[in-house]
């Protein structure tokens, strides 16, 4: 990425003391921590926010109270004399100067909560410039509404070119997970995720526990595993309908009950290979684009996935597992089958097909909203994230990313916008003791 491992590693901690916290670590967790090393994913990392081979304990963005910490918190540092924040602006496209040898980015087109339109302009001083961080989706999106992207896509919706550059919105990727839901005999508390594996086998092993729901209450919205929130992307675009979704939410009374009560045990593909694209549907910012991430299409990523679920099948069966599930070979294709009439999206699905573990990754795949891509460094941005083919204009989040860094992307994140404020700043300070 052409990053300043210096600069990197004082960013980081940066962020940390200001929003992360060591979680509570409840004892479904120390069970999930304990089973891992059991099931051979060493060794013992200890609580670190390091990124080891192993397992270990995490940061969390929750503190001791369970309140949750946003990277909002973080402008708390900034200097309230050098920042105005328009909450409720959405930005609709980039305004241009055309009348130079490359195009310069000038302001920024947004409407209001009205839906009123309104432009904001840089200011003429050298070293101005306009900042993209709408994330995985929006930066591409933005970029193409704005006429930087393929030539050909942007004509068809009649969008004046103000670049053309093939790779906006290509090679977008997202990380495939995958649940397996293990019914307790005891209640727990509820808990995200804490511990987590990192394997040598292509995957992260992580889990969450205590959303279990009464009979009266099955029909409700089951937090990661539900499709209004997000599981969409897991079907082609076309299906992607608001009747869909209504059909989804009838349907969600036939889950079984006992899978809601219990943990979740999530399988996460750590680097996929499988690559999607964005395209915008029309002009309207306010539109989501069509993504596709065509999950598993390289056979690498489904081979990740069986050796995903394959830990897991070691996990409930280890010895601290049994203080909260009796586990044996039969009743982990109970579970399997279990995990797959959870209709947590809208595939079609195999029942009762537990040999086969790649029919069971296809058809249980869900998104953890990990996407990256679509603004790649070298094909869209350079190294310091400006926009390749015109003046001031950068990008800076996750879709520039090749692959999404850590277990989360949010650490990496967070730590980028500090990393490239610093970054900045030093730039201007050298130019004006030039």
Not at 13 to 23: L, S
Not at 149 to 162: C, F, H, Q, T, Y
Not at 235 to 249: C, F, G, L, N, V
Not at 329 to 336: A, N, P, S, V
């Amino acid at each position: 990425m052409g990053w300043d491992a210096k600069l990197v590693n004082e960013s980081y901690p940066w962020v940390e003391k200001q929003i992360v916290h060591e979680p509570l670590f409840e004892p479904w967790q120390r069970a999930v921590h304990d089973g891992l090393l059991d099931a051979g994913v060493s060794p013992d990392n200890g609580f670190t926010y390091d990124h080891l081979y192993g397992t270990k304990v995490g940061g969390t963005i929750f503190d001791k109270y369970g309140r949750r910490h946003t990277a909002a918190e973080l402008l708390a540092s900034s200097n309230p004399k050098n920042i105005d924040v328009l909450i409720h602006a959405k930005a609709q496209k980039i305004i241009f100067d055309m009348t130079g040898k490359k195009p310069r980015a000038v302001g920024v087109v947004f409407n209001d909560e009205n839906g009123v339109r309104h432009e904001a302009f840089i200011s003429r001083r050298h070293g101005s410039e306009v900042i993209v961080t709408c994330g995985a989706i929006g930066s591409p999106q933005l970029l193409l509404l704005s006429g930087i992207g393929p030539k050909a896509e942007l004509e068809k919706l009649n969008i004046s070119v103000v670049h053309d550059n093939k790779f906006v919105g290509k090679d977008m990727s997202d990380n495939p997970m995958n649940t397996i839901y293990v019914p307790f005999r005891k209640p727990v508390k509820q808990s995200l995720i804490e511990t987590v594996g990192i394997t040598k086998k292509g995957v992260y092993i992580e889990a969450s526990s205590g959303y279990g729901q009464s009979k009266d209450s099955i029909s409700c919205h089951h937090g990661i595993a539900s499709a209004e929130i997000g599981q969409l992307s897991t079907i082609p675009p076309k299906q992607r309908t608001h009747e869909a979704i209504e059909s989804y939410k009838r349907n969600k009374k036939d889950i079984p009950y006992e899978a809601f009560h219990g943990g979740f045990i999530l399988s996460k593909i750590a680097y996929p290979k499988s690559k999607g694209e964005l395209k915008l549907v029309n002009t309207n910012a306010d539109d989501n684009p069509s993504v596709t991430f065509n999950y598993f299409s390289h056979v690498q990523d489904l081979k990740a996935c069986v050796n995903g679920i394959r830990i897991v099948e070691k996990l409930v069966r280890s010895k601290p597992f049994l203080n909260f599930t009796q586990c044996d070979r039969k009743t982990i294709k109970k579970l399997l089958n279990m995990s797959v009439t959870a209709n947590v999206n809208l595939i079609p699905r195999h029942t009762n097909d537990t040999k086969s573990l790649e029919q069971f990754c296809r058809d249980t795949v869900i998104t953890i909203w990990h996407y990256h891509g679509g603004c790649h460094v070298g094909q869209v941005v350079n190294t310091n994230y400006e926009v390749m083919g015109v003046h001031r204009l950068r990008v800076i989040d996750g879709s520039t990313f090749d692959e999404s860094p850590g277990t989360n992307p949010q650490a990496t994140v967070m730590m980028m916008g500090r990393y490239m404020g610093v970054k900045i700043l030093r730039e201007r300070l050298a130019r004006e003791n030039k």
